[in-house]
């Protein structure tokens, strides 16, 4: 099916276009120009995609496009820095009710036993990306965060002053 809206969210940038004003939030500092946006398209559904659509869906009508179906594993090392505990905390994005358990050196061992252990700084927590994902998904539902699983955005254009998403099922 295709999926038409005047407002793109991509890997690297979240964007909204209308005739008359032009919005961009870019994660990658490139440009940032902001007014009010209301209605935005996340194409991946990753730990950015999900932040984000929590994020937008206080001010926008916010819909992930993400190509399979929560929950899902992924490959990770399902360790994150202390660095995002204040700011998760401060959005009501923290998964404590998972009562992750704190990380705070690193082993690494080859296949013949021999092992190095290094201290990380900052430390931090584990959760798997199964069950993180999966927190932040029905946090995203309860804010009215709007879905499309299984679904691959196969096309993202620029034309006639909007954004087009196009996009199908798996």
């Known amino acids: 099916h295709e999926v038409e809206k005047r407002v793109q969210a991509g890997k690297y940038y979240l964007g909204y276009n209308t005739r008359s004003s032009f919005n961009v939030i870019s994660n990658r500092n490139q440009y940032i120009f902001l007014q009010v946006m209301n209605r935005v398209i996340i194409v991946g559904g990753g730990l950015s995609g999900l932040i984000a659509a929590n994020l937008l869906a206080r001010e926008a009508e916010v819909t992930v496009i993400e190509k399979k179906k929560y929950p899902f594993h992924r490959v990770c090392g399902e360790y994150i820095s202390n660095e995002?505990?204040?700011?998760?905390?401060?959005?009501?994005?923290?998964?404590?009710?998972?009562?992750?358990?704190?990380?705070?050196?690193?082993?690494?061992?080859?296949?013949?036993?021999k092992s190095a252990q290094l201290p990380l700084d900052l430390g931090g927590f584990g959760i798997s990306r199964y069950t993180f994902d999966d927190f932040l998904y029905k946090r995203s539902l309860d804010k009215g965060v709007q879905f499309l699983l299984n679904t691959e955005a196969d096309q993202i254009s620029f034309d006639e002053n909007h954004f087009k998403v196009r996009a199908g099922e798996r």
Request: without cysteine; hydrophobic residues 40%; aromatic residues 14%.
């Open 84 to 113: 995002t505990v204040p700011f998760l905390k401060s959005v009501g994005l923290f998964p404590a009710e998972f009562n992750p358990p704190s990380i705070n050196r690193f082993q690494l061992t080859s296949v013949n036993g």
